[in-house]
């Protein structure tokens, strides 16, 4: 017999008594999950498939958000929104995930000189990220103290093997392949991490117009270091850079996940599948099929 809790829904949500933690993001949200467990309620603001940058609040989402009792919120100029939807929602408690990190910075355009938001996207950045929650986590709950520990952990042990595979595929690229051309310039701390140059389209989805010296300067990178695959992110349109490929005869070589995870039945319905998602693509489309071990 199948047993359906829906009509209870709302009121198993109001005798929910676990601490509320609201997520800027859905990549945020998913770290967050790892680390709180079933001893927190974690959600996102911002749905699968949205744009981060320039997020528009609804009034639902700050009704939503009443009473919440942590708001994580990545930093380093990403969600400009943030400090409005906080105020409107009654001055939540907020983590401010990337505090105390040394920031890479935008080298060109009009965001020149600003950090580039994008940490999560390297492994590596991602575990002090996991140390940030679980910080805040034992602030906001310390009878989970331990608990909280030990999933950040695990979840640290998860992104060590992903920091591996990511090394050596990277290793199985021709070292004149390396270059990683994407829509919005949001790979430079993967980049910088494991071994890739980066060019893209735009600095940040915030600052997205397509100029012709954008389009020129990107043709000519991928025509003069001979490119074999063009890249764009699934939260922007990809028209611009598929005209890039078939301009230069490189492949258009699919959709990364940055700023969001995917559905659940997706390709990057978490964190670790994202990243997974995006070096396959990576590894097949900058490796001919020869090359690839």
């Not at 047993?3 to 990549?27: E, H, K, W, Y």
């Amino acid at each position: 017999m199948l047993i359906c809790g829906c009509g209870n829904r709302s009121q198993t949500t109001q005798n929910d008594q676990r601490p509320r933690v609201l997520a800027t993001f859905t990549i945020l949200a998913d770290l967050a999950r790892n680390v709180a467990g079933d001893r927190l309620r974690v959600s996102s603001i911002v749905k699968e498939g949205s744009e981060v940058h320039g997020y528009q609040p609804t009034p639902s989402d700050i009704e939503r958000s009443v009473g919440a009792d942590l708001l994580i919120e990545n930093g380093l100029g990403l969600e400009l929104w943030a400090r409005r939807f906080t105020m409107a929602a009654g001055n939540i408690p907020t983590l401010t995930i990337s505090q105390g990190m040394e920031p890479l910075l935008i080298g060109e355009d009009s965001y020149a000189g600003k950090p580039n938001p994008h940490a999560w996207m390297s492994p590596r950045r991602a575990m002090d990220y996991v140390d940030q929650l679980r910080e805040a986590f034992i602030r906001l709950d310390p009878k989970g103290a331990e608990y909280y520990s030990n999933n950040a952990e695990i979840y640290k042990k998860q992104l060590q093997v992903l920091d591996y595979e990511l090394r050596l595929a990277v290793k199985t690229i021709p070292p004149q392949h390396r270059i990683l051309v994407s829509c919005e310039g949001a790979f430079t701390y993967l980049a910088t991490d494991y071994g890739l140059e980066e060019a893209y389209l735009w600095p940040v989805n915030a600052e997205s117009r397509i100029t012709p010296k954008r389009m020129a300067r990107l043709i000519n990178t991928v025509r003069d270091r001979a490119v074999p695959a063009v890249f764009c992110e699934s939260t922007v349109s990809d028209k611009a850079q598929r005209e890039v490929a078939s301009v230069t005869n490189a492949r258009f070589g699919g959709t990364f996940f940055v700023d969001s995870i995917s559905e659940p039945n997706g390709p990057a319905p978490t964190l670790l599948d994202l990243q997974r998602h995006n070096v396959r693509l990576i590894r097949e489309g900058l490796t001919a099929p020869g090359e690839r071990s």
